[in-house]
């Protein structure tokens, strides 16, 4: 039985509903939604965590891989790891003496479609 907490993901109905911060006023219940996200991407290293997992060649990188990159103890990294899942960024599953972990990327989707402005969209089209 994996240890690891299961978190539900937001609907896609609001997601999708989520207009650029630059446009409308996010609703609280959006803003409560993804504060813990944003707050977790705070830390110089989580964000890193994020970026490592987001960009693994197969979806998807095992603890193991995380760990030498850092001059940081496991426990470390676990707790940094832990803060990502509770915030519903990443997900992980248990595979023998391992955790594997991958993005979330609707989550990702959500927080950068609330970031998005008019030059920004532009730019990126």
Not at 51 to 73: K, M, N, R, W, Y
């Amino acid at each position: 039985m994996s240890k690891l907490k299961e978190l539900p993901l937001l609907d896609p109905e609001p997601v999708a509903c989520c207009e650029p911060l630059s446009e409308h006023s996010i609703s609280t219940a959006d803003a409560v939604a993804l504060a813990p996200a944003f707050k977790a991407l705070g830390d110089p290293v989580r964000l890193q965590l994020l970026s490592q997992i987001a960009s693994a060649a197969d979806g998807e990188t095992c603890v193991c891989d995380l760990t030498p990159g850092f001059e940081l103890t496991g426990p470390t990294i676990s707790h940094h790891l832990k803060v990502l899942r509770e915030a519903g960024l990443i997900e992980g599953e248990r595979r023998g003496t391992w955790v594997y972990y991958r993005a979330i990327p609707e989550k990702m989707t959500a927080l950068a479609r609330l970031l998005v402005t008019a030059e920004t969209a532009a730019a990126i089209a």
